[in-house]
């Protein structure tokens, strides 16, 4: 009997998609929930009458009622706010409401599912600090790190570091004047560039330098990891951050050392998760130093850049709904660099666009 998947994500996200259309071509109907309608083009109720709760959505061309799901891939929940209907004065309230509703009924669905993220884990896993220390509790090696708003601690680790600080911000984001956009990357720090006012009230992580032969970008799908090689030291623009090079940028399947992908393994137990992207340096002396895990990173530009099934291989581990599942890569079923392939998704992106809300404002690669 084929499991009852259900995928949550935008109305922008290529990778539900592309799994989406795996899955049909395999002959399983998943259902496909583009959240971002919420709240201006869809409805939510969660009613409660004593002990019996009933769920229900409504949207543009979708509606759910209290399915019972085997698998729940919470690839991107979103919500997207009209603010033209609201009083600026209002926008936050309206905000803080429309996140709280969501999370809450998020933890309340599917108990009895298979979660790639469980939303706790995911919620553990999203903190900088808490992967640090889980990482450091199962031996990997990590860059010395400040994470602080203190000018006068960042002042006293660049000098130790004889000025070898980088600066990253806890999360992804993106600002908008209207007209540009703007994205914070990987940034080397000087005592001279620092702001003391600014970085008191936007704490942030500082890490030492660490030299580089290439980079590697491991994606855990339960047990087993899919390494890819990046030669971020070949480009110009992506030494320091390889998101800032893709045209340049150049990757290979790579065979991750066992004991570092059992580590990976064990690094997602401990957080609560079933499925991370994980980001390592490998230095000049071949340690590899482990930088972070994305507990719904992208993956399908790893397969796009050097042909890693990625597409086939989650697709798998959806249906199996298992941590220690099988997958025989010899068997690979659907690629996502198949041309047919590739203008299917599109053309489904195109047609949401024209009926759905778009997904909030994300970095291209995560």
Request: proline letters at 6%; charged letters at 25%; hydrophobic letters at 40%.
């Given at each position: ?42 409805e ?41 209907l ?35 884990g995911?919620a ?30 960042v ?21 908008s ?10 940034t ?38 899919f ?39 064990a690094?997602?137990?401990e957080l ?14 071949g ?34 709904a ?9 068997a ?35």
């Open positions: 009997m084929a499991p009852r998947i259900l995928i949550i994500t935008d109305a922008d996200d290529v990778h539900s998609i592309a799994v989406f259309e795996a899955l049909s071509g395999r002959g399983i109907g998943a259902t496909l929930w583009l959240s971002s309608d919420f709240p201006t083009r869809s939510e109720t969660l009613h409660f009458e004593q002990a019996h709760r009933s769920l229900r959505i409504r949207g543009t061309d979708f509606a759910l009622k209290d399915e019972d799901f085997d698998v729940v891939w919470r690839r991107r929940p979103s919500y997207v706010l009209d603010t033209s609201l009083h600026p004065s209002d926008r936050a309230f309206a905000d803080a409401e429309c996140g709280m509703f969501r999370r809450s009924l998020l933890s309340l669905l599917a108990p009895r599912a298979f979660w790639v993220n469980p939303p706790q995911a553990r896993a999203s903190s900088k600090m808490i992967q640090h220390q889980a990482a450091a509790a199962i031996g990997l090696r990590m860059p010395e790190t400040l994470y602080t708003n203190s000018p006068a601690e002042r006293s680790f660049i000098r130790a570091k004889a000025g070898k600080v980088i600066y990253k911000p806890f999360l992804p984001t993106v600002w004047d209207g007209t540009h956009s703007f994205t914070p990357y990987t080397i720090l000087s005592e001279e560039t620092l702001v003391d006012d600014s970085l008191r009230q936007t704490p942030g992580i500082f890490q030492e330098l660490v030299p580089k032969a290439y980079e590697v970008r491991l994606t855990m799908m339960g047990n087993r990891g390494a890819a090689k990046v030669h971020s030291q070949e480009t110009v623009s992506g030494r320091l951050d390889w998101r800032q090079a893709p045209e340049e940028l150049r990757l290979e399947t790579f065979r991750m050392p066992p004991h570092l992908e059992e580590r990976c393994a690094l997602l137990r609560g998760l079933v499925f991370g992207c994980i980001d390592f340096i490998v230095t000049p002396e340690e590899f130093v482990f930088l972070e895990v994305n507990e719904m990173g992208q993956f399908l530009f790893v397969e796009r850049y050097c042909g890693l099934p990625l597409l086939d291989a989650f697709t798998n581990f959806l249906i199996q298992s941590f220690n599942w099988e997958w025989d890569e010899r690979v079923a659907v690629r996502y660099t198949d041309r047919a392939f590739d203008t299917l998704v599109l053309e489904k992106l195109r047609t949401n666009s024209q009926t759905h809300v778009g997904g909030p404002a994300r970095l291209a690669e995560e």
